[in-house]
């Protein structure tokens, strides 16, 4: 059973909600532990490449597929240390589907570390721009301000992400 986003953002901010008790099993809650954050991205630590399956989200399937294909790649490229290749990769997810945050996320990600900032982020004020409701958008985002010297627009990101998911306030404050 899936919880939708908007009921998983209800409960994180303890919002109150009637409980319906059914016959239904649901699997334990697991806390995000500090990796959790960067999962699924250039920066994640696990480079557990099968929880990064099916990023592309409500695109049409064979969309879906491609895109999929290709942030896979890159996330296995960049994780290599390969980021010229990753940047082309997460570039042909973009062209397969132009509205994919994740994929600007990820290449933003991929530009910073070969430290082309403005590069960097361009793509990662795309990201927060196609997915405004992405605390992890504007949590990426607020790293990259922070490192090259804005720290009033990253306090202004890092206030977003946690307003849209308080579990951010353990890393942000």
């Known amino acids: 059973m899936a919880v939708s986003a908007v009921a998983a953002d209800d409960y ?4 109150e909600r009637e409980v319906v008790v059914t016959g239904t099993r649901v699997a334990k809650s ?7 954050w960067n999962a699924c991205t250039v920066n994640d630590p696990s480079q557990a490449l099968p929880r990064c399956r099916k990023l592309a989200g409500k ?8 895109a999929d294909t290709h942030l896979a790649d890159g ?26 945050s994740v994929a600007y996320l990820n290449r933003g990600l991929a530009y910073d570390r070969q430290g ?21 958008a ?3 985002r607020s790293v990259l ?17 946690i ?3 308080p579990r951010y306030r353990t890393i942000l404050r």
């Open 75 to 100: 996330l296995k490229q960049a994780w290599d240390g390969n980021f010229d290749q990753a940047i082309a990769a997460f570039g042909e997810a973009i062209a397969v589907a132009p509205d994919l």
């Open 59 to 66: 695109a049409p399937k064979a969309v879906r597929r491609d």
């Open 30 to 36: 697991v806390p995000i532990g500090r990796g959790d």
């Open 116 to 136: 082309d900032s403005e590069a960097a982020l361009a793509d990662l004020d795309r990201a927060v721009q196609l997915a405004p409701k992405s605390a992890r």
């Open 163 to 165: 307003d849209l998911d």
């Open 138 to 140: 504007y949590y990426s």
């Open 12 to 15: 994180a901010r303890g919002a």
């Open 145 to 161: 301000l922070r490192k090259y010297g804005n720290p009033n627009r990253a306090s202004a990101d890092e206030q977003r992400a």
